[in-house]
C-alpha cells in the first residue's frame, strides 16, 4: 500500500527524472514540449481505439466522482503537483510556444478528418488493398486547397497514389509523382525523410543523377540508420539500371551492413550474383 512517501518519492522522480511531462488535459502542451525536447521537426497524431461507449464525466453520479477521489488521494496529490510543473515549465517559454499549441490545437481541430484518412490509406497501401486505399488518398488530394499546412501529407498522398498506379497507367503514375515532387521542391529546409523521399521520387522518375546527389547526401550526413541503408540500396540499384555493377553491389554490402534485413537489398544482391554466374 502506498504512503506520503511513496507520494514523495514519485514527486521527486517528476521533477528531477523526467524530460517531459504531461497531462490529459493539457496533451496539446505536451506534444509542443515533447517536439522541442526531442528536437522533432513536426508533430501529429490520430487517435485510435477510442472508446466510443465511455460516459460523459457530466453522467457519472457525484457520489462515485466523491468516492474515487476519497480513495485516491494521492493520486489527486501528484496529479496536482505534475500540474504546478508544467505550469512553471510553460511560463519560462518564449511567446512563439503559445502561438505553436494555438495552431496544434487549431489544426488538429480541422483536420482529424484528414489524418485519419491518411492513416486508412496507409494501412490499406501496406495490406495490398490498392482500390480501397486509392480512395482514401483521392479524399485527401480533392482538398488540397484546404490543407496547405498538412504539406506532408499532401506530398505523401500525391507519392502514394503514384506508387498505386504505376503498373495500371504510367502516365498518370508520372503525374502523380512530378506533383510529391512540387511540393517538395518548395520546402527548405527538408528532413532527413523529405530528403529520401524526394530521392526516391526523382529514381522513378529517371532522373538518376539528380537522385543520387540526395540519396548520397544521406549517406554522408544523415544519423538514421534506416535512411542511409535505404539510400544504399537505391544508389546501388541504380547503378546497376546503369550497367555499373560493381559498383551497385559495393552500395548493396554496404545497405546490408546498415540492414541486414533489408529485404530488396536481398534480393538485388541475389540477382547481381546470378547474373555474374550467368556471365561467367
Known sequence: ECDSAHLALAKQNLEH???VIGTLDGFFDFLVMSKECLGLERIYYVQANKNTQRPAI???PKHIINFLIEYNQLDVELYAFAKTLIAKQIAAKETNYKKEVLALKS????????FRWFETGLKLFREG???DSETYFQRIIALKKDILSNHEILVKS???LGELVQSQCWEKSQDFYKQSLNLLLKKNPKSDEETYLQASILKRL????????????LIDQSTLKRFVSGACFHVGEI???????NNARVMVSKALELNPLHQKAKMLRDKLQADSKGQS
Open 17 to 19: 527524472h523526467f524530460s
Open 58 to 60: 457530466e453522467d457519472v
Open 107 to 114: 489544426m488538429y481541430q480541422k483536420n482529424q478528418s484528414l
Open 129 to 131: 488493398k490498392a482500390s
Open 158 to 160: 500525391f507519392f502514394y
Open 206 to 217: 529517371g532522373r538518376y543523377n539528380e537522385a543520387l546527389i540526395y540519396f548520397q547526401d
Open 239 to 245: 547503378h546497376s539500371q546503369l550497367g555499373e555493377i
